[in-house]
Each structure stands twice: as structure tokens, then as C-alpha cells.
């Protein structure tokens, strides 16, 4: 079985730092991607970053995040990491760990972990 397993969330001032990480376990395939999603309070869940697994690591941001956010991942360990950068307190949500399986696409999601940039 699956599980996907995000930390590294809590309070930081705004233009501090935070590195999330998540790891996946069970994986029995290949995974596609992994990346990281927010939902702030309101708001519809959104893309923050991905990274290709097991190709060219290839990334994509959001254009909100690009230039302040960092995602790297390991593939033999099925680990995916955000350092997050000059945090602004519009960056307050619970981020989401995603891991994509190559074959079909399936979306396997971790609990989330809440960020909160408050001064």
C-alpha cells in the first residue's frame, strides 16, 4: 500500500524559510512525478511545483512561487523536497505532497502539512 507522508510544515515570519519534505513508501511501479500542492483557507487546491521521477527531472512552478521556491527530488529514495524562499504571507495553506504513477496516471496524495507565514 501507498502511503505518502509530507513534513516539515509550521509558523515562519514572513521572508523566512521552510523545506518540506515528503517521502513515499509501498511503491511497487514507476512513478511518473512527484510534486507539491497547497490549499489555503477558501481557495481551491494549486500546483506549486513538480518534478519529473525517473526522466530528466524536469520542473515546473507556479508562476507564483518561481524565482523563491525549490523543488528536488531523490529517486532511490522516492523522496521529494520544496525549500521554500522570501515566504509572503499569501503562501499560508496545507501543502500537499503528489506522486503520479507512470502507467495510468493515478494521483496518490499525502495529508498535507500546514505552513503558516505570519508575523
Known amino acids: 500500500q501507498v502511503q505518502v507522508v509530507e513534513s516539515g510544515g509550521g509558523l515562519v515570519q514572513p521572508g523566512g524559510s521552510l523545506r518540506l519534505s515528503c517521502a513515499a513508501s509501498?511503491?511497487?511501479?514507476?512513478?511518473?512525478?512527484m510534486g507539491w500542492y497547497r490549499q489555503a483557507p477558501g481557495k481551491e487546491r494549486e500546483l506549486v511545483a513538480t518534478i519529473k521521477i525517473n526522466s530528466d527531472s524536469s520542473t515546473n512552478y507556479a508562476d507564483s512561487v518561481k524565482g523563491r521556491f525549490i523543488i528536488s527530488g531523490d529517486n532511490t529514495k522516492n523522496m521529494v523536497y520544496l525549500q521554500m524562499n522570501s515566504l509572503k504571507p499569501e503562501d499560508t495553506a496545507v501543502y500537499y505532497c503528489n506522486l503520479r504513477r507512470l502507467r495510468d496516471g493515478s494521483n496518490y496524495w499525502g495529508r498535507g502539512t500546514l505552513v503558516t507565514v505570519s508575523s
Open positions: 509501498g511503491v511497487d511501479f514507476v512513478i511518473n512525478a
